[in-house]
Structures are given as C-alpha cells and as structure tokens.
C-alpha cells in the first residue's frame, strides 16, 4: 500500500496519527522517541499494514506471477498499483475528496523526514493521490520511482505486465483490500 491506501486506513484517528503514516517509509530504525507519541502510533501502524500486506497470501502469489528479472521490485510496484484501485474505487478521478484534503494539510503544515522532503511538495502541488485514479499517471509514477534507484530501470519494466494482468490484478485488489480494511483500518473515534 502506499500513502493514499495508508491514509484510508489511518483517517480515522487524530492528525498526528495520519501524518505518522504518511511520512513512515522516511523513518528508520526502531527507536521511535524523536517523534510526538501519535506520530509514533502511526509510523508503527504504517509497518503493520505494510507487513500485513507483504505477507498476504494474495500479495505472495501477485509477486509470483511477476516477471522474474523483476520480482524483486513487484511489491514497490504494487503498492502504487493498490493506490490505484482505492482512488478509483473512492472516484477521485471525478470529485475532491476531505481525506486527500486533510493529507495535503498535513504534508503542507509539517516537514517530512529528509528522504522524503523533496518528493512531499511535489505529490502535493502535483495532486498525486487524486491522480492515481489514472492509471496511466500510476505507470508514469512506478517508472519515475524506478528512475531514483541505482541500476536498471527495474520498474519500468514491470509497466508492460502490469499493464497486461491489470483485470487480475484488481480482481487481486478485490479480494485483498476487504481483508486488510478488516484488520487494520482505524474507526472514526
């Protein structure tokens, strides 16, 4: 999952909540007391459903269909390919919505950790988490993801697959999103 997916899960709790699971792939290490105790709940939080998800039996057998040279970077792939589903399935294709609203707050409001500090801005200014529900904008993001990593362009050659088992991969999303909102979405207090 990644942050729009992570950002369903967490709305229902406070701001430092959510924002600790927005900016969590920027956080390292274990030792969370640098952060505000509901920044921290989030972070851990966002490493549940990151788990949880990475672990799924729907999950393992997506990455075994994936290409073999590039297996090994299918679940960066996915990740953005779930945010995909959740922003079409929710339509944000065709109106605003409050959630992405209120992300774009907080990542407007607060520094994100280093790593991420330059890309925050950009997926703000960008409207990133409506424009998922494209999936030609999703393919674009996955080939510039594999662009920042060292080597081939690992990513971009997952594209044509994704592109080709996309029917699979949201009957995949179908049975694999239920579950995790079962298991890890926080109730609205």
């Known amino acids: 999952m990644n942050f729009l997916a992570h950002a369903w899960l967490a709305q229902g709790g406070s701001d430092d909540f959510l924002y600790g699971n927005l900016i969590a ?45 590039q297996r090994r970077y299918a679940g960066i792939a996915l990740d953005l390919v779930w945010d995909h589903f959740v922003a079409r399935d929710l339509g944000l294709a065709r109106q605003e919505s409050r959630l992405v609203a209120r992300c774009y707050r907080l990542l407007a409001d607060r520094p994100a950790p280093a790593r991420l500090a330059p890309m925050m801005p950009v997926l703000v200014e960008q409207d990133w988490l409506h424009r998922y529900a494209d999936f030609a904008f999703t393919c674009r993001a996955i080939r510039g993801i594999g662009q920042r990593l060292s080597g081939p362009n690992r990513l971009a050659e997952l594209v044509p697959w994704l592109v080709g088992d996309y029917p699979r991969l949201e009957a995949d ?13 926080i109730p609205e207090a």
Not at 36 to 58: L, N, Q, T
């Open 25 to 69: 792939d920027g956080v390292k290490g274990a030792d969370l007391t640098a952060w505000a105790a509901e920044v921290a709940a989030g972070i851990r939080h966002h490493r549940r459903v990151d788990a949880y998800v990475d672990g799924h039996p729907v999950v393992r057998s997506v990455r075994e269909r994936a290409p073999s040279p």
């Open 173 to 185: 999303f179908q049975r694999l999103w239920p579950e995790v909102r079962a298991a890890l979405e």
